[in-house]
């Protein structure tokens, strides 16, 4: 493939996103609020752009015209894309894209820490993704318990999703050493682990 075929394939990426937004008038106001926001960035990330405008064509039943319409909405349409735009990584995309839906399907959308899970997201690596992951179905234990080894650096993951709020260790000491802390879920990191990968 030549550069001017890879011009015209990333160039159609673009169109594609607005004949959508076009398909689906209440998301053409927030699809057109983020194109004069965006401007260069949507440009040149037009594929990146074109997956999040597929994301709002595939949940219609989520995105009514009545929440597409809300001013409060738009911004974090804008917001929530603008960092999509920047986000490097594929598996991470997808996460962000639920907890997207999830802000979405919020009944009160002012107070869902939208911003706050999209930076934790941005600042965790895939491994600490895939780690929490692992921890799907311990994130309402009361107790303390000690996470499983998957990779040389797991000790050095938990000790920085502790420093985001997603874990806590024990207070408690611990006779001898250990290799990983005893740790549990947080409230919020009981509410991130909900749109990880199931």
Known sequence: MDEKDKEIIKGSALAIADQIASTIPPLSIAWGLAKAWLGAPLKLRQQKALEWVEMVRDNLSDFTEEILKNEKFQDGFVFALEK???????????????????????????????????????VLTLEEVRLLTQLRGKENKEE???????????????????????????????????????????TFGRQFIQYLEK
């Open 84 to 122: 999509y735009l920047q986000e490097r990584s594929e598996e991470k995309r997808r996460v962000f894209r639920r907890i997207f839906l999830g802000y979405t399907k919020a009944e009160d959308q002012e107070s869902f820490p939208l911003e706050k899970f999209l930076s934790v997201l941005n």
């Open 144 to 186: 303390y318990f000690q996470p499983p080894i998957i990779y040389p650096e797991t000790s050095e993951a938990i000790h920085h999703l502790i420093q985001n709020g997603i874990l806590i260790t024990d207070p408690n000491s611990r006779w001898g050493p250990i290799e990983v802390p005893f740790i549990r879920v947080t």
